[in-house]
């Protein structure tokens, strides 16, 4: 079955240090990727996605994610963050089949530290 | 400005009873998604519909009821046989009908609360 796992629930950084977010993914083909933040009490936000082409993508926001095929991993990063960082972020995988859908990671939390 | 709008922003609800939430889109998406959320579980999918008078099951469908009579409204009914329906509950879009490959458009979600 197909599945995502965002190993780390909980991560803080100092404002102003680099960020790394990890997800792996379990799929039998070359997915459909997603990043998604959520403000406390919000909807989530798309950061970035890959469907095909260069594995390295920009986002918004400063972030930017690439696809390891061999590592089944789409690992968010951003070289310096900011107070206003501070979210929820989920990793997704579409699915394309006859029932095609998103399939979410349990998220990170990114708290930044003064 | 397009966008989802999900009504009420929070309910309590007694136990026993129905509750509806709204979730309306201005964005003439043709599908639309429930999911709830749990901390710590990520977003689980209740319901989806690809287009108008139709819907499917998502992975956690059990409790909660949908219907699809215009394009623009996907409502959501949490009824009394869900057994655990405290949440936050969260209504998407996205411009066409496979889901794996599009962008979801969120509402501000729905907060329901039984007391």
């Known amino acids: 079955a197909q599945s995502v796992t965002q190993p780390d629930i909980h991560i803080t950084v100092s404002e102003g240090a680099s960020l790394e977010l990890r997800c792996n993914y379990s799929?039998?083909?070359?997915?459909?990727l997603f990043w998604y933040v959520q403000s406390p009490g919000q909807g989530l936000q798309l950061l970035l996605k890959y469907f095909s082409g260069d594995t390295l993508v920009q986002g918004i926001k400063g972030f930017e994610a690439e696809f390891k095929r061999s590592q089944s991993s789409f690992n968010l990063r951003k070289p310096s963050v900011h107070w206003s960082d501070a979210a929820e972020y989920f990793c997704a995988v579409g699915v394309y089949s006859s029932a095609s859908k998103i399939i979410f990671g349990s998220g990170t939390r990114l708290s930044i530290r003064p | 400005d397009g966008g989802i709008t999900q009504s009420p922003k929070y309910l309590f609800r007694k136990e026993g009873q129905n509750v509806t939430l709204s979730c309306e889109q201005n964005?003439?998406?043709?599908?639309m998604y429930w999911y709830r959320q749990d901390p710590g579980q990520g977003l689980r999918l209740i319901y989806y519909?690809?287009?108008?008078?139709?819907?499917q099951k998502g992975d956690i469908a059990e409790g909660y009821s949908v219907s699809r009579e215009k394009k623009e409204s996907f409502p959501l009914t949490v009824t009394s046989a869900q057994k655990n329906p405290t949440a936050f509950y969260l209504c998407?879009?996205?411009?066409?009908?496979?889901?794996?490959?599009?962008?979801?458009?969120f509402g501000a979600g729905s907060r329901l609360t039984v007391l």
């Open positions: 799929y039998g083909a070359t997915p459909y």
């Open positions: 519909s690809q287009i108008v008078n139709d819907f």
């Open positions: 964005l003439n998406h043709d599908a």
């Open positions: 998407a879009s996205s411009i066409a009908r496979d889901a794996g490959a599009n962008v979801l458009t």
